[in-house]
């Protein structure tokens, strides 16, 4: 009786660990929690006041903690790096509050409501997942909160039922296709793909199955959670006569198991990973091949100077930082274009300015211009082949 | 036929983990009637431990000493880091505490583990760390029968651990010490009215629960390939489950609980599906409980008037 009360304790104490988004708030919250929403011509600024600098907050949804750190610290540290060269290049201060939402949908619908709450914030760069996207959305739409996902892919997002948000990336409906072709151009007969049981994830293995069945490939599915710390007995499960085990998963060291595991046990079908194994330093796994949502930075002349920048203070980074830079620029343009006009920047005027952004070039290597449900127009996936632990940009 | 004795293999493999990790659990409990939340971390640090060795050895692929020695002084530098570690954990956590109302050691003992988490989170960052073993022994090499494969590193981690719950069954039952901390747990003040040093039984308990679980911590790095700073919370939680599965509070029932779970995530994800594998061992956990409350091999509390 008297352990099963301490079991009991154990149960409540670990439910309630749980729940504990922390966002870090760097900057004096404005006192009254109500969302501004007064249009930009109202708060014009009159001739003959001191200039004051342009400010505002953006807030920052990623996975800083948690077992999607690896992800979520990458892509903090472009959010940074984007908003302090914007302060140093435009004299603005624009402020940047963290939020950890541990990849998590509990932890990111904790988090929305406190980055609402604080009036300083006009746009919010992330969540990073799908999953947390569905948790957040209405609220961001009730609050007119702009947000800008770095990474969620999941096709649905965009199909209008949350207005206020934006992506940089394209969706599984180009990346699952993009997969599936692939693997039935390099002749694939047997596939097994494995979903890890998040929104993302079981998104892209819809996207793939039917356009592989279409190509009279067989395929066999079964799904494992993210947590898992053993993939053996699945791969087990993997016939000998498979030719390609897809993945579509978010967490590149799994997937880097998952391959070690395979060769333990003398299979030898290929592994194709989704953009979210792109991760040249866990996921090594010679001759897998990895859809990229963005092309490797490092590879762009004239992106140089912003990889080398970014080294020299954090070291080194796989495809998620860039996204993340090239939506919080978005964002801090959004609302540098309202002090320049001589507006005062209010998220409604951001929402605006974001919907309306038209950047002829980028650091993903493409013109960013949102169309109506908020995706970018003609974003495309890479796909990279590992090779001698180098990523290569895999051309045919 | 192959494939069931694969998935058993694979079973055993995660089961002697688990097990080496659920005495840790049953063994403070049996004593103490503590529950030590943050011995997962003591593994994850016993992980890290061994990753230090492996990493001022020279790496995997280059390393400065024989492929032998390499893993044996990984294997000791994680048990040693844990050892001090669970030893201080109980000095400066519970012991303060052990008078204290049930649920106060068992707070304290949570916060020692997000305490530990978040020191891994910021003395080795977010990253994963591979033990990268496949530079170490070859993947492929190993007892292969027909299309059944056993790998070397399998049979290493499963080999050892056995030997080493056998040496503690040898310690609990014939040595001087073992009587001690048997006598502790049956009654821990009568045990002290008889003259055993019961602190220092109590730090012997902690001592050699860490030192498997840090022995665990670097075979899950050598098998499984990846640690990183989170690692601790699921394996201890299963391992949990292993010890109350078993009985917790008997080293046995420990043993028997963790080769349960570890075979029941193996032959549910083989044979049902990995959906449902967690589902399936916490439904086991419930049968049990439900059936014997005390556990497979524990014994029924008894109250003492």
């Known amino acids: 009786m008297r352990l099963l009360a301490v079991l009991a304790a154990f149960a409540l104490i670990v439910a309630a660990c749980g729940g504990d988004g922390d ?99 006009l746009a919010v760069v992330g969540p990073a997942g799908s999953q947390e996207i569905e948790a957040v959305g209405a609220i961001f739409a009730d609050a007119g909160m702009p947000f800008i996902s770095m990474s969620a892919t999941r096709t649905d997002l965009t199909d209008g039922q949350y207005p206020t948000f934006f992506r940089v990336v394209p969706t599984d409906a180009d990346q699952g296709p993009t997969i599936a072709n692939f693997v039935a151009g390099m002749g694939g007969t047997k596939v097994f793909i494995v979903d890890d049981q998040t929104s993302y994830s079981t998104g892209l293995t819809e996207a793939i199955i039917p356009v592989l069945e279409a190509a009279d490939i067989e395929v066999t599915t079964d799904s494992v959670s993210q947590d898992a710390t053993d993939f053996s007995s699945l791969v087990s499960n993997v016939s000998d006569d498979t030719d390609w085990v897809i993945l579509p998963w978010q967490i590149a060291a799994n997937a880097q198991l998952f391959g070690q595991q395979l060769a333990e046990q003398g299979k030898t079908a290929a592994i194709f990973g989704s953009d979210g194994l792109f991760s040249p330093n866990d996921f090594t796994i010679e001759g897998s091949y990895v859809s990229a ?45 309202i002090c320049q006009a001589g507006g005062e920047p209010d998220r409604a005027g951001v929402l605006e300015a974001v919907a309306a952004t038209d950047q002829a070039t980028s650091v993903l290597g493409q013109p960013i211009v949102f169309n109506e449900s908020g995706d970018v127009e003609g974003a495309v996936f890479f796909i990279f082949q590992i090779q001698d632990g180098e990523y290569v940009l895999f051309t045919g | ?40 971390e003591v593994y994850m640090m016993g992980a890290f431990a061994g990753y230090g060795v492996l990493t001022v050895l020279g790496g995997a692929g280059s390393a400065v000493v024989p492929v032998p020695l390499l893993i044996l002084l990984m294997v000791l530098g994680g048990a040693a880091v844990s050892t001090v ?8 956590a519970y012991r303060p505490l052990r008078r204290s109302p049930r649920i106060a050691p068992l707070i304290s003992a949570i916060g020692v583990s997000f305490f530990l988490q978040s020191a891994a989170l910021l003395l080795f960052s977010a990253r994963f760390r591979t033990y990268d073993t496949p530079s170490m022994i070859s993947p492929t090499t190993g007892v292969v029968i027909g299309p059944l494969r056993i790998s070397l590193v399998r049979i290493i981690v499963i080999v050892s651990a056995f030997a080493l719950m056998a040496g503690l069954t040898l310690l609990v039952s014939r040595t001087k010490l073992g009587k001690a901390m048997r006598a502790t747990a049956f009654d821990l003040e009568g045990a002290a009215m008889m003259g055993i040093d019961v602190d220092k039984v109590i730090v012997a308990t902690f001592a050699i629960g ?17 640690i990183f700073h989170f690692m601790g919370f699921i394996a201890g939680l299963k391992a949990f489950t292993a010890a109350v599965v078993g009985g917790i509070g008997s080293i046995p029932g420990a043993m028997l609980g963790g080769i349960l779970i570890g075979m029941a995530e193996a032959f549910s994800a083989g044979y049902i599906s990995s959906t449902f594998q967690n589902v399936i061992v916490f439904g086991i956990l419930i049968v049990v409980l439900l059936v014997k409350p005390s556990g497979l091999l524990g014994r029924p509390e008894l109250v003492k008037v």
């Open chain 1, 23 to 121: 966002a870090t708030t760097t900057t004096a919250a404005a006192g009254d929690t109500t969302t501004t929403t007064a249009p930009p011509d109202d708060a014009t600024t009159t001739t003959g006041e001191a200039p004051m600098a342009c400010s505002g907050s953006i807030g920052v949804m990623a996975p800083i903690t948690g077992p999607a750190a690896s992800i979520g610290v990458e892509q903090l540290n472009w959010a940074k790096l984007a908003v302090d060269q914007f302060n140093e290049a435009n004299g603005t201060e624009i402020a940047l509050v963290e939020g950890d939402t541990q990849l998590d949908p509990a932890q990111a619908s904790t988090v929305a409501p406190q980055f609402v709450s604080d009036a300083g914030i």
């Open chain 1, 293 to 337: 949502f963005a092309p490797d930075i490092t590879g762009i002349p004239e992106s140089a100077d912003l990889v080398e920048a970014f080294q020299s203070q954090y070291g080194d980074f796989g495809t998620f930082g860039p996204p993340t830079f090239a939506a919080a620029t978005i964002a801090l343009e959004a609302i540098y274009s």
């Open chain 2, 1 to 40: 036929m192959d494939f069931f004795v694969q998935q058993l293999v694979n079973g055993l493999t995660l089961g002697s983990v688990y097990a080496l990790i659920a005495l840790g659990y049953s063994m403070v409990y049996g004593i103490l009637k503590l529950l030590n939340f943050a011995h997962g």
């Open chain 2, 210 to 226: 860490s030192a498997l679980a840090g022995v665990a911590g670097v075979m899950v790095g050598l098998v499984f390939g990846r």
């Open chain 2, 85 to 92: 570690l669970g030893v201080a954990i109980e000095r400066f």
